[in-house]
């Protein structure tokens, strides 16, 4: 099959034969139409965030396709479902083998093409905010990278599930974008201070954060009393100081999550994120209110142009790469 590789030395993608995967037991072979690009993958290729023990090196942690071979002890699908699938790696190819308790049905109202772009970000989305933030009706969630593929997603289940959304963003038609997909609170971070802005709504109950080390100090400032801060990302440095007297103070939690390095099964394993997501998002995806917002399509071989638009920040909404 043909997969994307890195040239180690450069850090380059090309694309490349290499030997067809086979499921196991509890697994499936997806016949890829689609791959979702992440920052995840950007940190792989430079050899900075490594799959888990037994994952395929190949990168891609989301696709969509046709399931085209069942594994033993597989039940619950069939040859020829369309479907989306969460992956540890792998997703840069034109098969992948993934467990089956990792995939999703495609929804019938999104583009096979369109659906590569949800497993990452609706599980990414329902894990932080609804199984471990616990975000409830109105309260008011402060969304870092509004404009991405989490943030536009993010945005759109917090207000069907009917909390307040804030972002943050560095142009205005991102933040034009954000409004269309429910933001109420807007805010430039090259001109504003998100503290001053949501200080001044009273604080945020949630705070959803890429940024890491370089906003810790300030999202513990913008939390409210009781509020919780889950980090997910790490673009701003990995060491930061945590002011633990405003932690006990405002009685806050902070939270450091991870999808990728999780194990399959368990209480907070990827089977049950996976079956939570299906049961919280899927309805809503059917019935359009959360909709996939995809910033562009590149074709297999044109993965390097694909990263540099991802890695360039102007991508609103996920960047995908047509595989079949």
């Known amino acids: 099959m043909r997969a994307i590789t890195v040239e180690s030395d450069t850090a ?107 497993p990452e970000v609706a599980c990414t989305v329902v894990s932080n905010l609804l199984l471990t933030a616990h975000l409830q009706l109105d309260e008011l969630v402060l969304i870092h990278g509004g404009s991405s593929g989490i943030g536009t997603h993010a945005t759109q289940l917090c207000r069907a599930l009917g909390a307040r959304v804030a972002v943050t963003a560095r142009t205005k038609e991102k933040l034009a974008r954000s409004a269309e997909y429910g933001a109420e609170i807007l805010i430039d971070y090259s001109s504003e201070d998100f503290v001053e802005v949501i200080s001044g709504h009273g604080g945020a109950n949630v705070i959803l954060d890429i940024i890491g080390a370089a906003y810790l100090p300030r999202n513990v400032k913008a939390l409210a009393t009781g509020g919780r801060l889950v980090i997910i990302g790490m673009q701003g440095g990995v060491k930061g100081e945590l002011p633990i007297g405003a932690m006990i103070s405002k009685r806050l939690s902070v939270y450091g999550t991870a999808l990728r390095s999780r194990p399959v099964t368990g209480a907070d394993g990827k089977a049950s994120i996976v079956e939570k997501t299906y049961t919280r998002t899927w309805p809503l995806i059917e019935a359009g209110s959360v909709v996939p917002v995809t910033d562009s399509v590149f074709e297999l071989a044109d993965a390097q142009a694909a990263h540099e638009r991802l890695n360039s920040g102007d991508a609103i909404g996920k960047v995908l790469l047509r595989v079949g």
């Open 12 to 118: 380059t993608l090309s694309v490349a034969e290499v030997p067809d995967p086979t499921p196991g037991p509890g697994e499936v072979l997806i016949e890829v139409a689609a791959a979702g690009v992440n920052r995840a993958d950007l940190l792989q290729k430079q050899g900075l965030y490594p799959p888990p023990p037994g994952a395929s090196d190949i990168l891609g942690l989301e696709v969509s396709g046709r399931i085209v071979e069942l594994g033993p002890e597989v039940t619950e699908w069939s040859v020829g479902d369309e479907v989306c699938a969460l992956l540890a790696g792998g997703g840069y190819a034109e098969l992948v083998v993934v467990p089956a308790v990792q995939v999703l049905p495609k929804p019938s109202n999104v583009d096979l093409i369109e659906a590569a772009g949800l």
